[in-house]
């Protein structure tokens, strides 16, 4: 069965702070990855794509990369910031379907 | 100003009564797709319409139902016959249906509930 797990489940840092976010996967064949960002109560918003030739996608201070080797992917966000706090989505497409696999989300909190 | 936009953001309902729940965008594209979204879940799909006048069940649809009779619209209605309809509802909407290479661009939600 084609699944999407992120971990942790939600995570709370100080402002400034790094942390990373994990996603593993067994859809297969892969055809690439996302990773959304959804504040509380708003539609996700697309933050990186990746396709399975790329291993590193950076997007101002989120940098997400891949192995498709071990099917995991993680999204590093760098000096965190108060408006980081939502819940980050990480979205899989199979090559074979084209169906989008979503994972259950990250949920961030970033206290000052 | 660009964008998808759902109405109304917040809906009550009381049991056994139909509610439709508004979508639409100026993007110009062809894709569009409901989804629903429950606490500690991934989104799921509901319905999704490739083309004017067509749409496909998604993995969920028993409740729901779609039309799409412009481009720019594809109104949800939620049915009496969802048995459990209180959840978040994102419509969005992509150039073409490849999900492969075109990303979903989703719209602010609507957030349902069954009193």
């Known amino acids: 069965k084609n699944q999407v797990e992120q971990s942790p489940q939600s995570l709370i840092i100080l402002e400034g702070k790094n942390c990373t976010l994990q996603?593993?996967?067994?859809?297969?064949?892969?055809?690439?990855l996302r990773w959304y960002k959804q504040d509380t109560g708003r539609g996700p918003v697309s933050l990186t794509i990746?396709?399975?030739?790329?291993n590193t996608k950076s997007n101002g201070r989120y940098t997400a990369t891949l192995d498709a080797d071990t099917k995991q992917s993680s999204l590093h966000i760098t000096a965190s910031q108060l408006s980081d706090s939502a819940s980050y989505i990480c979205?899989?497409?199979?090559?074979?379907?084209?169906?989008?696999?979503f994972g259950q989300g990250t949920t961030l909190q970033v206290k000052p | 100003d660009g964008g998808i936009t759902q109405s109304p953001k917040y809906l009550f309902r009381k049991e056994g009564q139909n509610v439709t729940l508004s979508c639409e965008q100026n993007?110009?594209?062809?894709?569009m797709y409901w989804y629903r979204q429950d606490p500690g879940q991934g989104l799921r799909l509901i319905y999704y319409?490739?083309?004017?006048?067509?749409?496909q069940k998604g993995d969920i649809a028993e409740g729901y139902s779609v039309s799409r009779e412009k481009k720019e619209s594809f109104p949800l209605t939620v049915t009496s016959a969802q048995k459990n309809p209180t959840a978040f509802y994102l419509c969005?909407?992509?150039?073409?249906?490849?999900?492969?290479?075109?990303?979903?661009?989703f719209g602010p939600g609507t957030r349902l509930t069954v009193l």
């Open positions: 996603c593993n996967y067994t859809v297969s064949p892969f055809s690439n």
């Open positions: 969005a909407s992509s150039i073409r249906d490849r999900a492969s290479t075109d990303t979903q661009y």
């Open positions: 979205v899989v497409s199979g090559s074979v379907t084209g169906k989008l696999i």
């Open positions: 993007l110009n594209h062809d894709a």
């Open positions: 319409s490739q083309i004017v006048n067509d749409f």
């Open positions: 990746m396709t399975f030739s790329e």
